[in-house]
Every structure is written in C-alpha cells, then in structure tokens.
C-alpha cells in the first residue's frame, strides 16, 4: 500500500509542478536535411490519399523531387556554415552526430536518391499499353500476378505512384543510420529504411513472380540480420548500461568516472562485449553484402525492378558503411585488437568470393550483384586501415561507386525485348553494333568497376588501397589486386562481347528514354570521368569530412 502511495505522490507532484519536467531539445535546424524528406514523404501519403488518380504522377515527381534538392541544400548549409569540422557536435538529445562523416554521407545519399527518382518515374521505356504510358511498376500491388485485377488495373492505366513516398522513407532512414550516435537510434534507423525496400523489391511490373520471390528473401533475411542487430545491442547495453556510442566507448576504454555497483558487476564481463560487438556487426555486414551474409544480394537485385536494384546498390551501401564506420571507430576503437583480425578476414573472402562467382554469371543484373559484393570487400579494406585516411578513403569510394553503380543499372533498363528488359549476356552479344552509344557509355561504367586509370573507380581503389597500406594491411592489398584482377576479366568480357560479337537478329532493341533516365546516365557517366581525371578536390574534401564527433 505504501508502495502504491509513494508512486502515486510521485505522479501528482510532477503534475503540481510541470515545469519540473525537462522539454526535449531538439535542434531544428541541424535535422532540417532528415525532417525535410520525412515531411515530404508524409505528403506523399497525403497526395495518394487525396488527389485523383490521374494527377498523382506529376505531384509525387515534384514532390520527391523538390524535397531532396531542398534537403540536400541544407546539408551544404549545414556543412558551409562549418558543422562539419568545428561545431561538430552530437544533437537531439544525444541521438544524433552532426559532424563530417555524417553530413558527406547524407549529402551523398540524397543525390544518389535524386538521380534514382528520375528512374523511377521514366514512362517511354516500355510500349504503351491501352493508349497509357507505363513505368516499370507493377500497375495494382495488390493484385495477384496474372490475375483478372491484374489485367483490370492495367487495362484502366493505373500506375503504381506510391513507390514515390516509400523511396523517400527509405532515404529519410538512411539519413539517420549513418549519423545515430546511439544504438537504438540506429536500430529504429534500419527499421525505417529497410520496410519500404522489401516493399518496393515487390513491385515489378514484368516478372511479377521473381519480384515477389526477391522481396520476401530480402525480407526474411533482413528479420534475422535485425535481430542479430537487436540482440547485439541488448548484449552491449548489459555490458556497458549505456546505448550511447560514447557511453559504451568509455566503458570499453575503462574511463568511466561514476562506476555503480551494477555497472562493475558486467564491466569486467568481456563476452557480452564481444558477442554484442559481434552481432551488431552481423547486423550491419548484412546491409553491405558482405560475404558471408552476402546471400540476398544476387537474388534480391536479379528479381527487384530495375530501378529499385540501382537505388538500393547505391544509397544502402553508403549509409550501411557511414553506420559501420562510426561504430567501429567511435564505439569499438579501443577493441581494435578484437575486429581488426575479424574484418580482415571478412574483407578477404569478400573481395575474392565476389569476384571469382561473378565470373559464371550469365545475367546482367547478377554480374553486377557480385560485382558490388566485391566492392563491399575493397571498402572494407579502408575500413580496416584504422586511420584519419582510411575514414575519408571509404567516404571517397562510397561517392564515386554509388553513382557508377546507378548509371550501370540505368543502362541496363534501356536494353528491352518483348519480355521486357533483356538481361541475359547473350542477348547484350553485338549491342555496340546496334547501339553504340548505349554500349559506350555501359563499357564506360564497367571500367569503372573494374579500376581502370581515369575513371573514379581507379581514384577510389587507389585511395582505399593506399590507406590500407599505410595502416599496415599491405598483404590485404596484395589480395585485393589480384581480386581486381579477376573482376576485370569479366567485365573486359561483357565488353568484348558488346563490340566484337555478331548482334544475334532475334536481339533485343535499345529503347529510347525520355528525358529523366538519359539525365540519369549522363549525371553518371559525368561523375564517372570527373571523379577519375581530377579527384583531388573530392578527395580534400573528404579528408576534411573525415572526424568523427565523440
């Protein structure tokens, strides 16, 4: 009864006096870049909900459109008025780091997600079906694959539109995954940005089955990494009594200045330590498509529709990499000893288990699924260097290969035979006869890939590459030239198969896009050639972005 008393007066004086009870503060203006995509996809719900079928593609589009230009602006604001380096500080109540590595990371995620936009809304790629011009989206989700609704919705030109709101919570997550400064931050993050993928891995309007079967393996297999992640943070929270990245850090470093009994209780405790550690990495190696937890990835990108593939190779690497980055080296550094070796050998079997596999593909959309396994394992690599340069080398490659990896998958939207999009490498045999312009531009991005001089393939292997190095991971080098090696081979065979081979007469036809996809591989091919002949400038700037606020 006393108990129940104590609560209860408890309850009425913080009632009595409510100015007693703290507001959060929250900073506005240093969020505006993450506020401003969530707001907009908000009203994206709206528009669907409200405005007439008919209206909805020409609002979403400037509604996607305009809000990631305006939120990639704040994040120049934020970074011009020096949020970046000097007032590098963690906001929203701790939650949050506004500092280089985030700002970079976010500013990178929102072009990359506003180049995917116009791929997403491209409608001259496909005939017109019933006097409607159509996307690559399935016409009625819900509808069954083949069914009667199915042809209803299409013969009545319905076109998906809400892909539009659910690209912009995903970025809005993305957003936040790599700047959360505490674990369950980071956690919600996931959630936030991995929903609306499974959704849109479903939705291709052509192979309605495959889609659907890529959609629940990414889905299942995105369950079990987030619970890996959640378990590894309930293990870290026991260790450590704290979900605040530099909480854990100062338990971890031994720096802690008010020690309670529980707390030394678990801190002497260093398997909750690693097996959290542990796990959380698990979690987030899945998101990179890491080998050994790189099994979705083909699967999910042959299946997903073209676009979605491209918007997800891109933009979730880099936030997956930014969270990665900070956990290890804000979180973890002082278990450097523990990882290091660990990553060591996560980053060899990625590197050549990417590149030998992709040499027996024989679909495009595969190719270039190990092939971003691959890549995965190069990054690591800068990862592993543990130094200032390793940080801004990562940041660097993450740029240079999001960009390289859209325009890729945008090209391979435009090669189409009655089927739809034709990816079996067979069918590409001649394309630099039929077209080549298409397939300049497709070889342009496979070098890029593949690392050779003057492109930013080549700038960001030799920046990752030289930071690894210098961290003392010359043999890690060794392997990955030589993965580089076996990469090149096949994406040198895509391209002589492009130019040196009979086109077959049955082959595929290159569509002609509107204005949206070519500004989509244009922006590409643009950052491809700049980013390899004059790097230097990006390069400062991402060793200028490269601190980590604590």
């Known amino acids: 009864m006393t108990h129940a008393a104590t609560v209860h007066s408890l309850w009425t004086t913080a009632a009595a006096a409510p100015d007693k009870i703290p507001a959060p503060h929250i900073e506005y203006g240093q969020l505006a870049p993450t506020l401003i995509v969530l707001g907009a996809a908000i009203i994206g719900v709206l528009v669907e909900a409200f405005l007439p079928r008919a209206q909805r593609y020409a609002a979403q589009l400037f509604v996607s459109v305009v809000s990631l230009a305006a939120a990639f602006a704040a994040v120049i604001g934020l970074a011009a008025s020096d949020y970046g380096t000097g007032k590098a500080h963690v906001a929203a109540m701790g939650a949050i780091a506004v500092d280089g590595p985030a700002l970079f990371l976010q500013g990178t995620i929102l072009l990359v997600a506003l180049v995917s936009v116009f791929t997403f809304a491209e409608r001259r790629l496909d005939p017109v079906v019933h006097g409607n011009r159509v996307d690559n989206f399935a016409a009625q989700a819900a509808a069954v694959p083949g069914g009667d609704a199915e042809k209803a919705a299409v013969k009545a030109g319905f076109t998906t539109t809400e892909v539009f709101p659910l690209v912009l919570f995903a970025v809005g997550g993305m957003l936040v995954f790599p700047a959360a400064n505490d674990l369950l931050t980071l956690f919600v993050a996931l959630e936030v940005f991995s929903l609306p993928l499974y959704v849109l891995c479903a ?41 605040a990245y530099a909480g854990i850090a100062d338990v971890v470093d031994g720096q802690v200045r008010n020690v309670t009994p529980a707390l030394a209780g678990t801190m002497g405790n260093d398997a909750l330590l690693l097996l959290g550690g542990a796990l959380v990495l698990m979690g987030l190696l899945f998101k990179i498509g890491a080998v050994p937890f790189h099994m979705w990835t083909p699967d999910v990108y042959q299946g997903a529709p073209t676009p979605v593939t491209g918007f997800m190779a891109a933009a979730t690497k880099v936030a997956a990499f930014g969270a990665l980055l900070r956990l290890l080296y804000v979180v973890l550094p002082g278990l450097r000893w523990d990882w290091r070796p660990v990553m060591w050998g996560v980053a060899i079997v990625t590197m050549l288990g990417g590149a030998i596999v992709a040499v027996t593909q024989t679909d495009v959309k595969r190719l270039l699924a190990y092939s971003s396994i691959a890549h995965a394992g190069f990054i690591l690599a800068g990862v592993i260097a543990t130094t200032p340069d390793g940080i801004s080398s990562v940041l660097f490659y993450l740029a240079a290969y999001s960009f390289v990896t859209l325009g890729a998958f945008a090209v391979v939207t435009l090669v189409r035979d009655a089927g739809g999009e034709a990816t079996h490498l067979s069918k590409w045999a001649g394309l630099g006869r039929r077209s080549p312009l298409v397939a300049a531009v497709f070889a342009v991005f496979l070098l890029a890939f593949a690392g050779i001089p003057l492109t930013s393939g080549f700038a960001g292997k030799f920046a990752v590459f030289k930071a690894a190095a210098d961290g003392g991971a010359g043999a890690l080098v060794v392997i990955g030239v030589i993965s580089s090696a076996i990469a090149a081979f096949f994406y040198i065979r895509v391209i002589v198969l492009m130019f040196f081979s009979e086109p077959r007469t049955d082959g595929p036809s290159v569509a002609v896009p509107s204005p949206l996809t070519s500004s989509a591989i244009a922006i590409g091919v643009a950052v491809t050639v700049v980013l390899g002949v004059a790097p230097q400038y990006f390069l400062d700037l991402a060793g200028q972005a490269g601190v980590f606020v604590r």
């Open 203 to 243: 939705l291709a309007r052509r192979h309605r089955m495959l889609s659907q079967e890529s959609a629940v393996k990414y889905f299942l297999l995105g369950a079990f990494s987030s619970a890996f992640l959640l378990f590894g943070i309930a293990l870290l929270y026991g260790y450590a009594g704290t979900v």
